[in-house]
């Protein structure tokens, strides 16, 4: 064989384990860390229609405001309704001066008559109810979410 079909078959090889591996990776982190899902396949999952009266008298229900109780911006209040990112950045809705919060933490949104928390991929996790969520997860009146040193309630 001619050395310049050597060297393709080496790279050829090369090539298909990167892959082989990469495919792997891939697989174990969605074991453990679970697929992403946008809010707004999470909206088109429910199907029903946001202006019918179940879902006029379900948003009456929501809360329209998240308290932080406990951690360094203690006392804030802000409006539940439109996306709300919480984070570090100075372009997120919330803004969390705390070292163990990520510039884009999470995002709360409302779909489909219910409030919605997301994980952005942060590094120290969002918790609902002292629980580490990995997935969209629904929150109501009373539930506790904990971003880095902060604590937060939805309420009405």
Same mark, same amino acid.
């Given at each position: *064989? ?9 790279? $050829? ?33 429910? $199907?029903?229609? @946001? ?17 932080? @109780?406990?951690?360094?911006?203690? $006392? ?48 120290? $996790? ?9 997935? @969209? ?14 604590? *937060?309630?939805?309420?009405?």
């Amino acid at each position: *064989m001619s050395e310049l079909v050597v060297v393709g078959l080496k790279l $050829g090889f090369l090539a298909a384990l990167w892959l082989a591996i990469l495919f792997t990776a891939g697989a174990i982190r969605t074991d453990i860390f679970g697929r992403k899902i946008s809010t707004s396949e999470l909206a088109a999952a429910g $199907g029903a229609d @946001p202006y019918s009266r179940k879902a006029i008298k379900a948003a009456k229900k929501l809360p329209n405001k998240l308290k932080i @109780p406990h951690g360094p911006q203690a $006392g804030t209040t802000v409006g539940l309704g439109s996306p709300i990112i919480i984070g570090r950045s100075e372009d997120c809705q919330l803004v969390l001066n705390d070292d163990y919060v990520s510039t884009h933490h999470a995002r709360i949104s409302r779909a489909e008559g219910y409030d919605v928390i997301e994980d952005l991929g942060s590094t120290n $996790g969002t918790f609902v109810n002292n629980q580490r969520i990995t997935v @969209p997860t629904q929150i109501g009146l009373g539930d506790s979410i904990r971003i880095g040193q902060s604590t *937060m309630v939805l309420e009405k």
